[in-house]
């Protein structure tokens, strides 16, 4: 599978984007995807994951009720919906996806197993 993110941009603190991350390859409608970030100068963190067929969510702790992620499997994509941005928002997210169902896991805030990552989209939020 291979990732490409896109949608990022600049935004002020308050307005929105959608972040879109398309898979080509075989698998992908079977395996758990998700976002990450990574802002200047700090660790890549966990933002959101979603189950191969939607049905599971997990969000980190610092944007919940403010970003929704989902998938279309029928178009090989994912998304991000991001509203109420804040400055402390910036960062290049990029999205991931497990090699196989079951690979990863959820434990105290963070998706494991992620094995596939693609390039990632910048996201700028003025204050």
């Known amino acids: 599978v291979q990732l490409q993110a896109s949608g990022g941009g600049l935004v002020q603190a308050g307005g929105s984007l959608r972040l879109s991350c398309a898979a080509s390859g075989k698998g992908f409608g079977d395996v758990a995807m998700g976002w990450f970030r990574q802002a200047p100068g700090k660790e890549r963190e966990f933002v959101a994951a979603i189950s191969w067929d939607g049905g599971t969510t997990y969000y980190a702790d610092s944007i919940k009720g403010r970003f929704t992620i989902s998938r279309e499997n029928d178009r090989n994509t994912m998304y991000l919906q991001m509203n109420s941005l804040k400055p402390e928002d910036t960062a290049v997210y990029y999205c991931?996806?497990?090699?196989?169902?079951?690979?990863?896991?959820?434990?105290?805030?963070?998706?494991?197993?992620?094995?596939?990552w693609g390039k990632g989209t910048l996201v700028t939020v003025s204050s």
């Open positions: 991931a996806c497990e090699s196989q169902s079951g690979r990863g896991s959820w434990s105290q805030g963070y998706y494991y197993g992620m094995e596939y």
